[in-house]
């Protein structure tokens, strides 16, 4: 686990589970404004709404005092917030980055994000997940009354140095670096508790967490439970995950049936057919959002993080995923997701006569339409995608959970829709074909600039290591290139 994870496992930590955002909110809030020697954030996401505007003013406060505070926040996540909102919390002096805005210089460098959520404070406090800071982390169903669930962890311990060594990383590639005495080691933390943790730091290219699932897959026993916000898994984790279930291990899958970025929830359900077949278990869940990334093995290895299982989140992006080794840690998450399935419905499947159909047994609560109540509030929510795919995606849902056969249905609505629209696109560009030829112009153009912009940057870096080396450097090596 250590080499495949580039993760050292610590010993003597305390851990909390923080469920949802309220209860994350709470912690971080209450840890920033205890702090006396520094404040770290990191976040995704970072809304200037109510939630925004109370970190803000925490923030803001704890700087005015003097206390060093230093956040990241990504540029394409937050991209919707205004600037005077940065500007404010610069002039309280807070020293906020923007975390891989574009450039010319490297123009496939938009595909990296740093998705990580992490508050760390003072060398002895830090906690990580996948809350973000904004107001949607409030809301509540208004049909069943279930929370946007969500799940982050607070850690106090040795671990700890592990966590700002992520921000650091970061933080460094940002501007200038880390001051030397915001940067404690895992030996100058003192011990808080008795769990052995590894936060395991994912960077671009490096599929960390990919290789501890797929490690995990290969010891689980008896039970491995998964819950995820926007799953379209790579082909090695999907052979093993359907390997365990036909080994008889108990798999299980926790998936949102509302998702706030609509166009993954229509693909995801694309790929259940042979994992179900496989014997692996699939429910969704019943509230707003379910946007957690967490797992548990055989109640000893949980993992809670900011890693969504898909190319982005295990390939692309920063990321960063606290697994603890504890029988006590695992016992409360297993807790946990057994609450969460109770508030899930199962996609369950059977064969007759070769057919795959849907199963004739009671229906998994909470059993019900999606209300338009429920999907006004997904459309409102900052980020959900374009209009016509999430309403493409919403009509899916919609008959999805009134049918008496819903993959089948779901499967058939998807077939549908990527007919019609296809039929759609081919009469319009008969009769006018300038309705696609300027599109496409667009996109070919749009490659085209950067394909030229990389390889003149290519160029440039490859002839700049020539000269600095005197000329006698025959690699083809480009220094200056990066990519996944």
Known sequence: MTRVSDAPLRGGNELGLLKNGPAT?????????????????????????????????????????????????????????????????????????????????????????????????????????????????????PETGLPYRDTAVSVRGPAVADLERAFAGVWDQSGPPLPAGERPAAGDVPPAGETEVRVVIQEPGKARILRVLELLMAEVEERMWIADA??????????????????????????????DLPWIGFFSRIG?????????????????????????????????????????????NWELDILAEDRSFGSEMEAMFEEDLADAREILLRRTSGLIRRARLPRAQPERPISPAERQIQRETPGSGPRAVATASRVGNAVLTASGDPLRTNESAIGATLAAGALVASILGARHPRLLAWPLAAVGGLAGTLGLAYTAQRAWSERAAKDASGGDDESTGSPGASGL
């Open 25 to 141: 909110y709470e912690d971080w809030l209450g840890a920033i404004e205890s702090a006396e020697r520094w404040v770290h954030l990191e976040n995704y996401i970072f809304r200037a709404d109510k939630v925004g505007q109370r970190f803000g003013e925490v923030l803001a406060a704890k700087a005015r005092e003097g206390v060093p505070v230093r956040v990241l926040y990504d540029w394409f996540g937050s991209m919707d917030v205004p600037r005077s909102f940065w500007d404010e919390l610069r002039r309280a002096g807070v020293e906020a980055r923007a975390v891989n805005p574009p450039a010319l210089r490297e123009p496939l460098d938009f595909l990296r994000r740093d998705h990580r959520k992490l508050v760390a404070v003072d060398g002895t406090y830090a906690s990580a997940g996948g809350v973000c800071i904004g107001d949607e982390w409030l809301r509540r169903s």
């Open 230 to 259: 926007y799953f379209l898994s790579v082909p090695t984790l999907t052979q093993s995950l359907m390997a365990a279930a036909r080994d008889g291990v108990d798999v299980r899958i926790l998936l949102p049936a509302t998702n």
């Open 272 to 316: 259940y057919h042979q994992l179900l077949e496989a014997g692996v278990r699939i429910y969704e869940y019943g509230g707003l959002m379910m946007h957690a990334k967490t797992n548990v093995a055989d109640g000893l290895w949980g993992r809670v993080g900011s890693t969504n299982l898909n190319v982005s989140g295990l390939l692309a």
